[in-house]
């Protein structure tokens, strides 16, 4: 695996994505790590709750983002060779539609406060953690930058940036967690606002020059909803914990969230591998060379599945003893861990296939594999807290 990786990364096409994977990689095992010792600091109860509020307010904005990042990172990649004179009116235009949308969100947020908080958390003393919730979906706003830098192919300062909202996301909601909650997810927020300094002083120095306009209303429509489309279809995963806590208790749900973080690490290697391979299979589909693109995805195949075979085994084998070592006090979180790793493991190959499909410009076909993999996850966590 480690020899097929690298010899993906040394190709001109995969090194920049490469870095961004390194990056990514890091950043998620951080997360992983700290939301382990931030759980064991709040308990199973505001351990749910915690990860309803920042589930629900993290997933929010992508509903409304209108697939508004991507066509920035698509476009300002087009216009800043050709039509260098366009990339004012771009920006401007697609960040208003962003800046619009939020402003409507958050608004509709605040009329519906006391709503929410009976509806996901049931308990109407817990409406004071909509506020920071509302913090969250303000500050992911600021992610827009990324994607700015992404379309000015400014890789290593989009990996930097990258690396550092979520893993300083993290970090400084643990040390806030010990206040509570609220604190938690006030300090989650900071990394974003952190995280995106040299983003947006990257977009600040920018000389935009004029603004000559086009028909930008024909690249939204033809363009960023059909992708806002997929993009949402793509992120279900996120309402999942917010749906449970509709039907279960906190505790329950925060039993059910543990375990949940090990699906998410589970995914870590197909993802990561995911995304370097992704470019190589869109430059093999530009030099028609789709036969090699079709062999690297079944090389790929039989690289992962030693990793499942082993990740399997380890999880019935020695995942009893494991909780009971370090996670004594989730030991209800043991069957949920058992069941989500393993069907982690085994979605792993749909997240190979799906990037693939990503790469060969086939959008319905991933978006029928990606709504698939979320309907039978949500299936699945039903069952397991039914």
């Given at each position: 695996?480690?020899?097929?990786?690298?010899?993906?990364?040394?190709?001109?096409?995969?090194?920049?994505?490469?870095?961004?994977?390194?990056?990514?990689?890091?950043?998620?095992?951080?997360?992983?790590?700290?939301?382990?010792?931030?759980?064991?600091?709040?308990?199973?109860?505001?351990?749910?709750?915690?990860?309803?509020?920042?589930?629900?307010?993290?997933?929010?904005?992508?509903?409304?983002?209108?697939?508004?990042?991507?066509?920035?990172?698509?476009?300002?990649?087009?216009?800043?060779?050709?039509?260098?004179?366009?990339?004012?009116?771009?920006?401007?235009?697609?960040?208003?539609?962003?800046?619009?949308?939020?402003?409507?969100?958050?608004?509709?947020?605040?009329?519906?406060?006391?709503?929410?908080?009976?509806?996901?958390?049931?308990?109407?003393?817990?409406?004071?953690?909509?506020?920071?919730?509302?913090?969250?979906?303000?500050?992911?706003?600021?992610?827009?930058?990324?994607?700015?830098l992404l379309g000015f192919q400014e890789f290593k300062l989009f990996a930097l940036s990258q690396f550092l909202v979520t893993a300083s996301s993290a970090v400084f909601g643990y040390l806030l967690s010990f206040f509570g909650v609220f604190y938690l997810v006030l300090g989650w927020s900071m990394g974003y606002v952190f995280g995106n300094i040299f983003s947006i002083r990257f977009f600040m120095k920018q000389k935009l020059g004029k603004k000559k306009s086009f028909d930008a209303k024909k690249i939204f429509k033809n363009f960023s909803l059909p992708l806002h489309a997929v993009y949402v279809i793509n992120s279900m995963y996120y309402v999942i914990v917010p749906i449970l806590s509709i039907f279960f208790s906190q505790e329950a749900v925060g039993y059910f969230s543990f375990a949940f973080l090990f699906y998410f690490a589970a995914m870590l290697i197909p993802n990561a591998v995911s995304f370097v391979i992704m470019p190589k299979v869109s430059e093999l589909k530009g030099l028609d060379r789709m036969g090699d693109a079709k062999r690297m995805l079944i090389k790929v195949f039989k690289l992962y599945t030693p990793i499942v075979i082993v990740g399997i085994a380890g999880v019935l084998l020695i995942s009893d003893i494991?909780?009971?070592?370090?996670?004594?006090?989730?030991?209800?979180?043991?069957?949920?861990?058992?069941?989500?790793?393993?069907?982690?493991?085994?979605?792993?190959y749909n997240v190979i296939y799906t990037y693939y499909l990503q790469g060969t410009g086939k959008v319905k076909k991933f978006a029928v594999f990606a709504v698939l993999q979320n309907v039978l996850l949500l299936a699945a966590s039903f069952a397991l807290l039914a």
């Open positions: 695996m480690k020899k097929f990786v690298l010899s993906l990364l040394r190709t001109d096409i995969a090194k920049s994505s490469g870095l961004i994977f390194i990056a990514t990689f890091l950043a998620n095992l951080i997360v992983f790590v700290v939301d382990i010792f931030i759980s064991n600091v709040l308990g199973p109860v505001d351990f749910g709750i915690f990860r309803t509020i920042f589930y629900l307010f993290t997933f929010l904005p992508m509903l409304i983002d209108f697939g508004v990042n991507m066509t920035l990172t698509k476009y300002i990649a087009e216009f800043k060779k050709r039509n260098k004179e366009r990339l004012g009116y771009l920006i401007r235009y697609f960040i208003g539609i962003k800046l619009v949308s939020f402003i409507a969100l958050i608004i509709l947020v605040i009329l519906l406060q006391n709503q929410l908080t009976l509806i996901f958390l049931k308990d109407p003393s817990l409406g004071y953690l909509i506020v920071p919730g509302i913090v969250l979906t303000c500050v992911v706003f600021l992610n827009v930058f990324q994607n700015i494991i909780f009971g070592m370090f996670f004594q006090s989730y030991m209800q979180s043991l069957f949920f861990f058992k069941v989500l790793v393993i069907m982690s493991l085994l979605f792993g």
